[in-house]
C-alpha cells in the first residue's frame, strides 16, 4: 500500500525486516523442537543460534541468483554457520516456514485491527449517547419519512459495528493456524511435535489437516472481514457526506485552519474524508475477489496464489487500519448541527405526523383503504401547497371531522411521540448512558 494511506504501526508489521524476523523465529523455533527430539545437540543448536544474524541486503543478493526468496533467507543464515547449520529447516518444506510466519503476521495485524474496531466502537457510541434525544427526519428513498433522532443513526453503526468487530475476531481465530508437516501435509519426514512445539511457541494452533499449505478459505475470511468492516464505514461516510450537502447541511466533516476546499472556488469546504472513505473501501471489495479465486488450487498446492497474496494481505491489513483510524477522526472532529436537523423536520410542514393520523382514523372504526384515502388527499394537498401545513388541511377536511376532533388532531402533532422506544433501542444496543467512556 502507497505511504499515503498507511499507518506506521500497521505497515512495520508487513516490513521486510519485520517479515524475515518472524521467518527466523519459525526456524529457530523449530531447532528447539530438533533438540528436544534429539536431532541436535544443545551445544549445535547456541552454536547457530550465536552466529546467526539477519541481512536483507545479503538475502536479496541471493535471491537475485536462485531466484526464491526462501532459498536466499536459508542460504543467507547456513552460510554464516558450520557444519550444525544442515539441521536448519530440516524436514521441512518452504510453505511450513512461510505459511506459519503468515499466520502469526495475519495474527498480528489482526490485534491491531481489533484495537481499531475498539476505537471505532468508542467514537460512536459517545456520539450515540450525546445525541440519543436530537430529533431529526429519517429519510426513505431520498424522501422525508419519520422523525427520528441522530443518536438512533450512530446506535445502529454502533451494532454493525460490533457485528464486523465480532466478524474479525472469528476470523483472527480461524487464520491462527500454522503448519509443520511437509511437502503434501503427511509428516512424512518430520513428527508432528515440531508442528506443535513452533505453533504453540507462536500463539499459534496446529492445522488439523493441511496439504503443502494452509488452505485459503482461512485468508479469504480474513480479508472478507476486513471487506466488511470497509463496507460499513463507507456506508457511514455516504451518510455524513449526504447530511453534509449545503441544502441539509445537518452535520459537518472538522475543517482545520489553513485547510483549503477547492483550488478555484474559496468557499468550498468539501466532504474530503468521507469521500476519501468511500472510494478506498472499493479496494477492499476488490481484493476480496483476488482471495476467493486463491482458494481453489491445483492439487497440494500450486502457487498461483502466491504473488497475489504478497499484494493483498498486507495491502488490505494496511487499508483497512487506514480506514478504521481516519473514520475515528472524522466523527470525532464532526460538527453536528441540531439546528438545522429541527429545521428541515419542520420544513415538511407536519407531513411526517401522517401514519399518526392514518392509524388512529383505523382505530376510531375505518378501514385502512378509506383512512388513507383521506389522509394522503390531505398530505397531497400540502405538498402543493407550500403556504399552508399538514394540519391546517386537516383541520378544513369535513369528511376527517367526523371521526377526530380539533383538539385530538393537535394532540397528535407532538414530535416527543417519537421519541418513545429510544431508551428501549439503547438498551437492547448496549448503549448505557453510565457506561459511556
Excluded at 551445544?43 to 550465536?50: F, S
Excluded at 476505537?119 to 431529526?136: E, G, P
Excluded at 472499493?282 to 492439487?299: D, F, Q, S, T
Excluded at 502466491?306 to 478504521?324: F, G
Aim: glycine letters at 4%.
Amino acid at each position: 500500500m502507497i505511504e499515503r494511506y498507511s499507518r506506521q504501526e500497521m505497515s512495520k508489521i508487513w516490513g521486510e525486516e519485520h517479515r524475515a524476523q518472524v521467518w527466523l523465529k519459525v526456524e529457530m523455533f523449530a531447532l528447539e523442537a530438533w533438540v528436544k527430539l534429539g536431532l541436535l545437540s544443545q551445544d549445535e543448536y547456541k552454536k547457530i543460534t550465536n552466529q546467526v544474524t539477519l541481512s536483507l541486503d545479503r538475502m536479496k543478493a541471493i535471491e537475485n541468483i536462485t531466484r526464491h526468496d526462501v532459498i536466499a533467507f536459508l542460504t543467507s543464515l547456513t552460510e554464516q554457520c558450520g557444519l550444525e547449520s544442515r539441521f536448519i529447516h530440516f524436514g521441512m518444506t518452504s510453505s511450513d516456514m512461510l505459511d506459519t510466519a503468515q499466520a502469526f503476521l495475519m495474527k498480528e495485524a489482526a490485534d491491531l485491527l481489533l484495537e481499531d474496531c475498539r476505537k471505532a466502537l468508542s467514537s460512536i457510541k459517545q456520539k450515540a449517547i450525546k445525541y440519543r434525544n436530537t430529533l431529526m427526519v429519517g429519510r426513505t428513498h431520498g424522501i422525508h419519512a419519520e422523525p427520528t433522532t441522530f443518536g438512533l443513526k450512530m446506535a445502529m453503526w454502533y451494532t454493525e459495528m460490533q457485528r464486523n468487530y465480532h466478524r474479525l475476531i472469528e476470523a483472527r481465530e480461524n487464520i491462527r493456524v500454522g503448519k509443520i508437516s511437509g511437502a503434501v501435509g503427511n509428516y512424512a519426514n518430520i513428527p508432528p511435535f515440531v508442528e506443535q512445539y513452533v505453533c504453540e511457541k507462536l500463539g499459534l494452533k496446529p492445522a488439523e489437516v493441511s496439504t503443502q499449505i494452509i488452505q485459503r478459505d482461512r485468508y479469504a475470511e480474513l480479508v472478507w472481514a476486513m471487506a466488511m468492516i470497509g463496507t460499513s464505514l463507507e456506508k457511514f461516510a455516504l451518510e455524513l457526506r449526504s447530511l453534509q450537502r449545503t441544502e441539509i447541511r445537518e452535520v459537518e466533516e472538522g475543517f482545520s485552519s489553513g485547510q483549503k476546499g477547492s483550488s478555484a472556488m474559496p468557499h468550498k469546504k468539501n466532504p474530503i474524508t468521507g469521500e476519501q472513505i468511500c472510494g478506498l473501501s472499493r479496494v477492499l471489495r476488490g481484493n476480496l475477489i483476488v482471495a476467493m479465486e486463491n482458494i481453489p488450487l491445483w492439487h497440494e498446492r500450486d502457487i498461483s496464489h502466491s504473488s497475489a497474496e504478497r499484494i493483498i494481505i498486507p495491502d488490505c491489513c494496511i487499508l483497512c487500519d487506514y480506514l478504521l483510524i481516519t473514520f475515528c477522526r472524522l466523527l470525532d472532529n464532526l460538527r453536528i448541527f441540531p439546528e438545522n436537523m429541527k429545521k428541515n423536520l419542520e420544513s415538511n410542514r407536519g407531513l411526517v405526523f401522517s401514519e399518526r393520523i392514518l392509524l388512529e382514523l383505523i382505530k376510531k372504526g375505518l378501514n385502512r383503504a378509506d383512512a388513507y384515502k383521506i389522509v394522503q388527499r390531505s398530505a397531497l394537498t400540502t405538498w402543493e401547497d407550500p403556504q399552508t401545513s399538514f394540519q391546517d388541511i386537516l383541520l378544513q377536511d369535513d369528511e376527517l371531522k367526523k371521526y377526530l376532533s380539533k383538539e385530538e388532531i393537535k394532540k397528535l402533532f407532538d414530535y416527543q411521540h417519537f421519541l418513545h422506544s429510544v431508551d428501549y433501542i439503547f438498551k437492547n444496543a448496549g448503549l448505557n448512558e453510565e457506561d459511556q467512556e
